[in-house]
């Protein structure tokens, strides 16, 4: 499997533009239906660390982050700061989302709009630790 896939879809029979489907994991601190569903619906890959029977709530940022690597998912997260040393090693990604206590909060259709936006902008995002309010635009 890759996190990044980069597909051409036909449109009447002529090529048009690409879609880049990116395989996310959501923590359990960004994991909102709503933002899991407009990933979805942008046609993402996305799993969520409470619905998976392995993870669950309250599970440990170590394991997440095995499972991200172990299932080649880029990991999103609130709290980047937990996820700095671990990201030493190989890993699919990390996306970082504000919490808003700095006034930086994105909306669900921006956050989409912004990994949308990195996924068309970087030929590879495995070993990237990624602020996704840097790629709003």
Known sequence: ??????????????????????????DEDSGSHSLLNSLREARHD?????DISALGAGTTDAAVFAYAITNDRVL??????????LAEREHPGVFVL???RDGSNLGVATVVRAITN???????IRNLFLDINQHVW
């Open 76 to 85: 999103i997260t609130k709290n980047g700061s937990d996820f700095i040393a």
């Open 98 to 100: 504000h919490d808003g």
């Open 1 to 26: 499997t890759k996190v990044l896939s980069r597909l051409k879809l036909p449109k009447n029979g002529v090529e048009s533009s690409r879609i880049c489907i990116v395989r996310l994991l959501l």
């Open 46 to 50: 996305v799993e969520r660390v409470v």
């Open 118 to 124: 990195i996924a068309a902008t970087y030929e590879s």
